[in-house]
């Protein structure tokens, strides 16, 4: 079971009020949710793994979260800036260039808050620039395409593409800290190294 807190990139399954809001905290969530998910171990003889995710970015955070229980995490932002990702080049390089405060939430047309990092894009669509032509996916029901400011599926390919004229970058609350581009294999060696840093410091 993946449990994702408020800090993830993309579209987030809390309400903005709760996205700072110590009780939905992925801190707090991750022991409670074990606690509800050990009655059905302990009803089925069955492990139930609880995977800790959202805003975990390195190998401190991974440590805490095991040692609150979670039997592992998912990670997400710290491997769009390694080489094997897929996506353009400006679109890690909007990682690498971003600042903390360039880090926010908005209003997704799909009806949820989602947490992106600030481009032009976002600042005509907040001063009511883009108007969408038609709806090409039908891909969310939620999502009323007749009243939206733009299509986020075509936001979303145009910026994997690099397009950011057309398109902007969902990103965790940590993406502000990546500073270059590196391979999977030297990622997880320095994430694995913060791991046993943290694990050093508690011994």
């Known amino acids: 079971?993946?449990?994702?807190?408020?800090?993830?990139?993309?579209?987030?399954?809390?309400?903005?009020?709760?996205?700072?809001?110590?009780?939905?905290s992925l801190e707090k969530l991750v022991p409670?949710?074990?606690?509800?998910?050990?009655?059905?171990?302990?009803?089925?003889?069955?492990p139930i793994p609880v995977i800790a995710a959202g805003g975990i970015y390195s190998g401190e955070d991974i440590h805490k979260y095991m040692k609150l229980g979670a039997k592992g995490v998912q990670m997400a932002t710290r491997?769009?800036?390694?080489?094997?990702c897929?996506?353009?080049i400006e679109y890690k390089n909007s990682y690498i260039n971003c600042k903390k405060e360039d880090i926010t939430i908005i209003a997704s047309p799909v009806g949820m808050p989602g947490r992106v990092i600030k481009n032009k894009f976002i600042e005509d669509v907040k001063n009511g620039k883009r108007h969408p032509i038609k709806c090409p996916y039908h891909c969310i029901r939620t999502c009323d395409f007749k009243n939206s400011p733009y299509c986020i599926a075509l936001a979303l390919i145009n910026s994997q593409k690099g397009d950011l004229d057309n398109g902007f970058v969902f990103a965790g609350e940590n993406a502000f800290k990546t500073d270059k581009i590196v391979s999977v294999k030297d990622m997880i060696s320095s994430v694995r190294e913060e791991y046993s840093v943290a694990n050093a410091k508690e011994s």
Request: negative net charge; glycine residues 10%.
């Open 1 to 24: 079971m993946v449990v994702e807190g408020p800090m993830a990139g993309g579209h987030l399954g809390f309400g903005e009020d709760q996205i700072n809001d110590y009780e939905y």
């Open 32 to 46: 409670e949710i074990i606690s509800e998910v050990k009655k059905f171990e302990d009803t089925y003889n069955k």
């Open 79 to 84: 491997f769009v800036t390694t080489n094997e």
């Open 86 to 88: 897929d996506a353009s």
